[in-house]
């Protein structure tokens, strides 16, 4: 079983619509958990940390259960900007970092 | 924000010769820097984390004698890719956190284009 998986998509949505991507990961023990946004041929980028509360930050929530070692994360009136590869990263640790393979969002006209 | 640079952007090289990428943290001082290897349309992997004044910890199936790293400063790594060939080519990222716990946000490079010929 992978670390950190993640549903690759594509997910092709219109502008305006709401789109939700999930994320497992294997380490229990896992400390904290991540979304970051890659463009193509782009590093990554923090989108936003994800607390056991979860978290929100304008159109974009963030969602983590920890029983169910599970996390998301909710675009709202998606954005044509919003196209890119959203990364679920979570630290097993308190040093290193675990990368899913990402999932690809498009936004359409 | 904290800012990390790397150099080259991209290099082009023929097989056999050796490649040196630098990652630097430029307005944060980062006992840890961390390289990873990211080939089209897969994640980001691991390959080491680089402490500074020590050996670097290698991911399972990365060869440290083909990756060398060096962690010299507070504000410098270095990955040479030795005797590089066509298969090593890829996108290669280094990333820097200024905390160590207890979450620690990790800053990424530009990245490097590797193109081994």
């Known amino acids: 079983r992978k670390e950190v998986e993640q549903d690759p998509g594509p997910f092709n949505v219109p502008e305006g619509a709401t789109v939700a991507f999930n994320c497992t990961y294997s380490n229990s023990a896992s400390q904290s958990f991540f979304w970051y946004r890659q463009d193509c041929r782009k590093e990554p980028k923090l989108l936003m940390s994800v607390y056991s509360s979860g978290n929100e930050d304008g159109r974009f929530t963030a969602q983590l259960n920890r029983a169910s070692q599970y996390i998301s994360l909710l675009i709202r009136d998606s954005k044509l900007s919003d196209s890119a590869t959203y990364l679920c990263?979570?630290?097993?640790?308190?040093?290193?970092?675990?990368f899913g393979a990402g999932t690809r969002l498009t936004v359409k006209p | 924000g904290a800012v990390v640079s790397q150099h080259p952007s991209w290099v082009i090289c023929k097989s056999g010769t050796s490649v040196k990428i630098e990652c630097r943290s430029l307005?944060?001082?980062?006992?840890?820097m961390f390289w990873y290897r990211q080939f089209p349309k897969q994640s980001l992997m691991l390959m080491a984390t680089?402490?500074?004044?020590?050996?670097?910890?290698?991911e399972q199936g990365v060869e440290k004698d083909k990756f060398l790293i060096n962690h010299a400063s507070l504000t410098l790594s270095t990955l040479t890719v030795t005797s590089a060939h066509p298969e090593d080519s890829s996108f290669y990222i280094c990333s820097a956190s200024p905390s160590i716990v207890p979450y620690n946000e990790q800053f990424f490079g530009p990245g490097t284009r590797l193109t081994v010929l």
């Open positions: 307005d944060f001082q980062a006992t840890t």
């Open positions: 680089s402490n500074e004044g020590s050996k670097a910890t290698y």
């Open positions: 990263v979570v630290n097993p640790n308190n040093n290193d970092m675990r």
